[in-house]
């Protein structure tokens, strides 16, 4: 099958599309014939696959137009167009592929939009306010625009059932259209030595993380154990955590700033827990890789995380907005039989063979309609 990937961000860049375009370019290859398009002014070394640069540098509009360019003349010859998100790289993919008559799929990991809106600090409320209320001015076209980019595409892949469910009750695309393949992580991932009392949270530092109110419930969390917290990752909330670090006069918070992500799972395996206290994940791909890594969780109490974690089995759940009950599941961590089980879990259900099953069964359906 020729298959082309389109995506935002690709390696060196660090990210969870890029490491997942990265890795599953490297799994198709030796069976199919796989290209790549992406937005990077970065040097890209050699793969097994040919990568095709879209500058980022220079005018917005110059840069949409070099990668409708760019993605309609590697689609010519494809069978299956796959992109990574439905904005942007997900718009061009699918004008491309209705001109030039290809399947298209889109992979749907979280509402771009609403993230967008958080970021800017225009609209900070949750997803299910954000669309009750409907978006307003600049982010009411750009949700249409993503509603206009999943209706023209024949398939859209979410990595959970949350996110159908968001698709089908917020965007109204049809059930029959949303196909749900869980993430895939490598089954061997490097399993490090304790390290004593090690706490970590590794992903963007974005308001919806919650980041500030880990670092409140550690300092609550201290009157038991010497905790030590690792924050690895960049955003525009770093600064404001910074300042709540030096307001709390702590010296046990390390920011540890942007990894590669072999970095980024060393310092899971090396952690006791990872903590993820978001009001919103798409499919948190950091908790598949700590239950890889033997590294207990405690995690917000949010449907998503409650679906990875199997309401609890696998890791602790506290509600939002409670750092007490966050700094309590800290102290009492997880058992060996939860971390055992998890992952157990994580080897059968998040396993690239199974995703590739999953995701070429389909490719090869929509390519022989």
């Known amino acids: ?72 003349r590697q689609a010519k010859n494809v069978d299956i167009i796959y992109s990574q998100g439905a904005m942007v790289v997900g718009l061009m993919s699918v004008l491309v592929g209705k001109l030039l008559k290809k399947k298209i799929i889109i992979k749907f990991v979280g509402d771009e939009v609403w993230e967008r809106a958080q970021t800017d600090k225009i ?33 859209i892949i979410t990595p959970s059932k949350e996110l159908k469910r968001f698709l089908i009750n917020i965007y109204g695309i049809s059930a029959a259209k949303i196909s749900v393949i869980p993430n895939a992580a490598e089954g061997q991932i490097f399993k490090a030595a304790k390290i004593k009392n090690q706490l970590i ?53 390390y920011f540890a700033g942007a990894l590669s992500h072999k970095q980024t799972l060393r310092k899971i395996s090396q952690s006791q827990i990872l903590l993820l206290y ?23 109490d ?6 990875v974690l199997e309401n609890g089995k696998l890791g602790r759940l506290v509600g939002l907005s409670e750092p007490e009950a966050l700094a309590e599941a800290i102290i009492k961590g997880c058992t060996r039989g939860m971390i055992d089980k998890a992952e157990e879990i994580a080897k059968q259900k998040y396993s690239w063979d199974n995703h590739l099953r999953l995701l070429l069964k389909i490719m090869s359906v929509q390519r022989r309609k």
């Open 123 to 155: 609209f900070p409320v949750s997803l299910k306010t954000f669309y009750h209320k409907s978006p307003a001015g600049g982010y009411k076209f750009l949700s249409w625009l993503q509603k206009l980019s999943m209706q023209l595409t024949i398939q």
């Open 278 to 300: 978001s009001s919103y994940e798409g499919l948190p791909h950091v908790l598949i890789e700590a239950m890889l890594s033997k590294t207990a969780i405690v995690a917000s």
């Open 1 to 72: 099958m020729k298959i082309l990937l389109t995506t935002s961000i690709f390696p060196p860049d660090i990210g969870g599309p890029a490491t997942y375009v990265d890795k599953l370019a490297e799994k198709l290859a030796p069976n199919h014939q796989v290209e790549v398009v992406t937005f990077s002014d970065q040097k890209i070394s050699d793969r097994p696959f040919k990568v095709y640069k879209v500058g980022i540098k220079g005018n917005s509009i110059l840069r949409q137009w070099h990668l409708f360019r760019t993605v309609y």
């Open 201 to 253: 949270f590794a992903g963007r530092l974005v308001p919806w993380k919650y980041v500030g109110d880990i670092i409140r419930a550690v300092a609550l969390a201290q009157r038991k154990n010497p905790w030590r917290l690792v924050i690895v990752g960049k955003g525009p909330e770093k600064k404001r955590l910074i300042q709540l670090s030096k307001n709390l006069q702590v010296n046990w918070v």
């Open 302 to 307: 949010i449907s998503i995380n409650r679906e």
